[in-house]
């Protein structure tokens, strides 16, 4: 099987190199000017659009710490996809953030903190944004290639994971530091339909094997109510189901500076609501398809008549993490599982160039740039952007090599993330809405609001706050960020009002 | 809610993503053929 599935990758993966190639020696005469390097030559229409925002937001992080929790916590993980339609809905309804941050016509976010708060507060929230979002990162690499090295090692096709954590992120510096951000969509696009295209066929096929009825049987009979009744799971509960809610729904699309990203590419601004309406069912989907996956793994390795309960002996602490690749190699025919693995690369890349590009842009254009006074000086920002890309990629292989957290890997992306996204909220909505915002609201905002890095793991428990809920200590840290914003900006505006009047 | 209660729940949205999913991406594909044919 190991010759047959090997065979079917090196088509596949030709296949797919070539298609990219060409794609982007058509798109190559656009490859000129800061609106074309930052935001795509701010062309996208409706489907582009959709198909971008999809894929960044789909990787093989997303279907790894998804599959990880639908292992674990059975149908109950489920609820996080819930969560995450309800808050895109939201969004996309009532165009929250993203239709007038798209009418400000910046290129970067932290661009727009300088447009209403003053060049200050655009550095400094560039720095947290891009902390809070490489820290996010770190773990990708390490997921990404345990994933696709366990999924090839069932089907007997050995991978060295070191050796295919750097061809992965050299594979994904390259094709970004080239075409900035018009690679990143359209290597999206073919991205979102391979990876669309071989969920549903392992989907169809996995559900033949493991009928949902059994796979229902069977958590039921392992995990109890838990498994189906996120209030009722031990890891779930209501503060957790309000934060996905937040954090999966509201943040992953409106505020989390990759996905929000997309609304600044968008054409025309009233193509940017539809955009976020229509993908509010694939911020669905990428949650729960995956899960059920993990899902359908949990089943596997439980069913004795399957025999593949000693594939995943000798995973130790990764078990959950690789149950659900295993089960795909192991399962799958080879033509299915080398097609999968080749939309799984995708995937990756996918969300790969859209990370390294954002979080490198934000520094090159709004930490570089307003410090060095090159903000408009093009081939600077270029090379800024590029040189940046590579720092990021070589700080993302050492992570991936020693970071040793306890929490499950979405929670670990939800905690990292929340180093940025718990002041974000408050500078983007509190700034966009509300009149009386000030720059030193802003600024109080940013501080409190890192108190968020108190829910990472290591630090947790060096702070002794073990007792206290990630998602708990994330409201907390919003509540501080709110209440800073709202005091610092009353306070300045009381006192630039009083010097007018004496004035 | 019962389980019985949950499982209906996440059957529904479980075809429902998959139902998504397809959908979503024959229009992305009629969206790249539609603008290939324009380009030419």
Same mark, same amino acid.
């Given at each position: 099987m190991a010759n047959s599935t090997l065979t079917y990758l090196a088509l596949f993966s030709l296949a797919y190199v070539v298609a990219i190639v060409l794609a982007h020696r058509g798109k190559a005469r656009?490859? !000129?000017?800061?609106?074309?390097?930052?935001?795509?030559?701010? /062309?996208?229409?409706?489907?582009? %659009?959709?198909?971008?925002?999809?894929?960044?937001?789909?990787?093989? *992080?997303?279907?790894?710490?998804?599959?990880?929790?639908?292992?674990?916590?059975?149908?109950?993980?489920?609820?996080?996809?819930? %969560?995450?339609?309800?808050?895109?809905?939201?969004?996309?309804?009532?165009?929250f953030v993203v239709k007038p941050i798209r009418?400000?016509? +910046?290129?970067?976010?932290?661009?727009?903190?300088?447009?209403?708060?003053?060049?200050?507060?655009? =550095?400094?929230?560039?720095?947290? #944004?891009? #902390?809070?979002?490489?820290?996010?990162?770190?773990?990708?690499?390490?997921?990404?290639?345990? @994933?696709?090295?366990? #999924?090839?090692?069932?089907?007997?096709?050995?991978?060295? =994971?070191?050796?295919? #954590? *750097?061809?992965?992120?050299?594979?994904?510096?390259?094709?970004?530091?080239?075409?900035?951000?018009? &690679? +990143?969509?359209?290597?999206?696009?073919?991205?979102?339909?391979?990876l669309a295209a071989g969920l549903i066929f392992a989907v169809i096929f996995l559900t033949r094997l493991i009928p949902i009825d059994q796979a229902?049987?069977?958590?039921?009979?392992?995990?109890?109510?838990?498994?189906? /009744?996120?209030?009722?799971?031990?890891?779930?509960?209501?503060?957790?189901?309000?934060?996905?809610?937040?954090?999966?729904?509201?943040?992953? %699309?409106a505020?989390?500076?990759?996905?929000?990203?997309?609304?600044?590419?968008?054409?025309?601004?009233?193509?940017?609501?539809?955009?976020?309406?229509? !993908? &509010?069912?694939?911020?669905? &989907?990428?949650?729960?398809?995956?899960? @059920?996956?993990? +899902?359908?793994?949990?089943?596997?390795?439980?069913?004795?008549?399957?025999?593949? &309960?000693?594939?995943l002996s000798g995973h130790g602490s990764d078990a959950d993490l690789v149950a659900t690749p295993l089960m795909l190699g192991h399962a799958m025919p080879s033509w299915l599982l080398a097609f999968l693995a080749v939309a799984m690369f995708a995937s990756f890349m996918?969300?790969?160039?859209?990370?390294? @590009?954002?979080?490198?842009?934000?520094?090159?254009?709004?930490?570089?740039?307003?410090?060095?006074?090159?903000? /408009?000086?093009?081939?600077?920002?270029?090379?800024?952007?590029? =040189?940046?890309?590579? +720092?990021?990629?070589?700080?993302e292989l050492y992570w991936g090599l020693i970071y040793e957290g306890r929490e499950d890997i979405w929670d670990y992306l939800a905690v990292s993330g929340s180093i940025y996204f718990c002041s974000g909220i408050v500078l983007l909505a509190g700034g966009l809405y509300w009149k009386g915002a000030t720059r030193r609201g802003a600024l109080w905002a940013l501080v409190l609001g890192f108190t968020a890095v108190a829910a990472l793991s290591p630090i947790k428990t060096a702070l002794g706050l073990e007792a206290i809920s990630s998602p708990m200590i994330g409201f907390a840290a919003i509540g501080l960020s709110l209440v800073g914003f709202v005091v610092g900006s009353l306070t300045e505006g009381r006192v630039a009002r009083q010097e007018k009047g004496a004035a | 809610m019962s389980i019985d209660g949950w499982v209906s729940l996440w059957t529904v949205l479980l075809w429902l993503s998959a139902g998504a999913f397809g959908l979503v991406t024959i229009y992305v594909l009629y969206g790249l053929v539609r603008g290939l044919r324009k380009s030419r």
């Open positions: 656009h490859a !000129s000017g800061l609106t074309e390097f930052f935001v795509s030559g701010r /062309d996208l229409g409706l489907g582009m %659009a959709i198909a971008t925002l999809g894929a960044t937001e789909i990787g093989l *992080i997303t279907i790894a710490y998804n599959a990880q929790k639908g292992f674990n916590e059975g149908f109950a993980a489920f609820h996080i996809g819930l %969560a995450a339609l309800v808050g895109c809905v939201f969004v996309g309804a009532l165009g009418r400000t016509g +910046v290129l970067t976010l932290p661009e727009y903190y300088e447009q209403r708060y003053g060049r200050d507060i655009r =550095v400094f929230g560039a720095i947290v #944004m891009a #902390m809070g979002g490489i820290l996010n990162m770190g773990l990708f690499l390490k997921v990404a290639s345990l @994933f696709l090295a366990a #999924m090839l090692s069932a089907s007997g096709a050995e991978v060295n =994971v070191n050796a295919l #954590m *750097i061809t992965l992120i050299a594979v994904a510096v390259i094709y970004t530091c080239y075409g900035g951000m018009r &690679s +990143v969509i359209i290597t999206d696009v073919f991205q979102f339909v391979l229902v049987s069977l958590v039921q009979e392992h995990k109890g109510v838990g498994g189906f /009744d996120p209030f009722a799971n031990e890891s779930f509960g209501l503060s957790y189901v309000l934060w996905m809610i937040l954090v999966a729904g509201v943040v992953s %699309a505020i989390w500076p990759t996905a929000l990203s997309r609304a600044l590419c968008i054409e025309k601004e009233e193509t940017v609501q539809r955009a976020y309406l229509i !993908s &509010s069912v694939i911020f669905l &989907s990428r949650m729960i398809i995956p899960a @059920f996956l993990g +899902v359908l793994a949990f089943c596997y390795f439980n069913i004795p008549a399957i025999g593949g &309960s000693e594939l996918s969300t790969q160039d859209s990370y390294l @590009f954002c979080w490198a842009s934000i520094l090159s254009r709004d930490v570089l740039g307003p410090v060095f006074g090159t903000v /408009d000086n093009e081939k600077a920002q270029k090379w800024g952007t590029r =040189v940046l890309i590579v +720092v990021i990629a070589l700080y | -």
